[in-house]
């Protein structure tokens, strides 16, 4: 190339200029990155790059993934009883009270405990000084025995753990009344299709010893008597009882229905630190409310005080309770009273020779022991 600028020959200029130009060309230009294309990604210089729709198939696999493992999960939750939720929120908090302490229930036996003497018949035997926490007098007191209708103070202090509403109604059917009637169970007289509020379920489970009210209670708190039960039991675990387990809440025989004075007086002694239940407790007699079956209700007395009025222990008063018997079981009381002083007490007979020997027992006890 040739140029001529004001006759000055600048070929070698422009020559230089243009290789100069060229060269710089050459190291500035980057060679495009060799690229082959998959159905589903591009290969860059060796680094995969996935689609963006490929994303958007991912995300929804792993979401639906989750929904398969979280629905039956779901599922098991919602159809599980009252009672199982239950169980499993208080597994988790028997953790958190094995770290805090409980209140204990339990007397303790001193060298001053006394040996009941052998003129009282019942066969085993324990009086507690509540004030001291100390066990007056016992015979065979820690020994495995049939707690018959005694069982229905328990039944009554769990029910009052899970009612809300005691205005709710349980109605009775033909199916839960008849078999108690056919095994001459207790009751308190509930006929099909009555409607009985919560109140009057626990006063006839006390009061006249109502087999048919601690079923009502059960299948309307629980379900059914075998899921109250449960509840039961966990309240033998939350009292800290030693030799106790239940299978029913009336009390009806079964080897493996079974309590000792010792534990039958700690729940005498929780169920009254509940306001409901010592009030039930200590009650002679009650009047159900008005349903079409009862326009006037059923008038419901204590087994107890219906043996003990008039035959009140010198220095001593007794205050409620509960009685209780089968054949396996003999005659059993579990009561409290005060003493003149003001001293409150628990005494528990079980094991009892005869109603009215068993009924004697208790009164010759309070008036010995509770000074």
Request: proline residues 4%; charged residues 20%; contains cysteine.
């Amino acid at each position: 190339m040739s140029h001529n600028f004001n006759n000055k020959d600048y070929s070698e200029y422009f020559s230089a200029l243009e290789k100069s130009i060229e060269r710089k060309s050459q190291e500035t230009e980057q060679p495009k990155p060799k690229t082959h294309s998959t159905a589903n990604k591009k290969v860059y210089g060796g680094v995969v790059r996935v689609r963006p729709w490929v994303y958007i198939t991912a995300i929804l696999l792993v979401a639906v993934i989750i929904l398969i493992i979280a629905l039956p999960k779901r599922a098991k939750a919602e159809s599980e009883t009252p009672s199982e939720i239950q169980s499993a929120e208080n597994t988790a908090s028997d953790v958190l009270e094995n770290k805090q302490e409980r209140v204990n229930y339990f007397a303790n036996f001193t060298d001053n405990t006394a040996v009941v003497d052998a003129d009282i018949e019942s066969g085993n035997i324990i009086v507690i000084n509540c004030d001291t926490n100390e066990v007056v007098a016992a015979r065979d007191a820690t020994t495995r025995c049939y707690p018959a209708s005694t069982t229905k103070v328990m039944t009554l202090l769990t029910a009052v753990d899970y009612i809300t509403d005691y205005n709710d109604t349980f109605t009775f059917s033909l199916d839960i009344t008849d078999p108690l009637y056919i095994a001459d169970a207790t009751v308190a007289g509930f006929l099909a299709d009555e409607a009985v509020n919560m109140t009057d379920l626990l006063y006839g489970a006390i009061l006249p010893s109502g087999a048919d009210a601690t079923v009502g209670l059960a299948l309307s708190i629980a379900g059914s008597e075998e899921k109250f039960v449960k509840l039961m039991n966990q309240k033998v675990k939350e009292l800290g009882l030693r030799d106790t387990n239940f299978v029913n809440t009336s009390g009806l025989f079964d080897e493996n229905h079974y309590t000792t004075p010792e534990d039958m007086a700690v729940i005498i002694r929780a169920a009254m630190q509940n306001d409901l239940c010592r009030e039930i407790l200590s009650t002679y007699q009650y009047s159900t409310a008005s349903t079409p079956q009862h326009p006037e209700g059923i008038l419901l007395s204590s087994t107890l005080f219906s043996s003990m009025y008039g035959t009140e222990p010198e220095g001593a008063d007794i205050l409620g309770g509960k009685t209780g018997f089968v054949n396996e079981s003999g005659y059993c009381i579990a009561s409290f009273g005060k003493s003149d002083s003001g001293t409150e007490y628990v005494c528990v007979t079980l094991n009892g020779r005869g109603h009215w020997p068993t009924v004697y027992d208790q009164i010759d006890l309070y008036s010995r022991y509770a000074k």
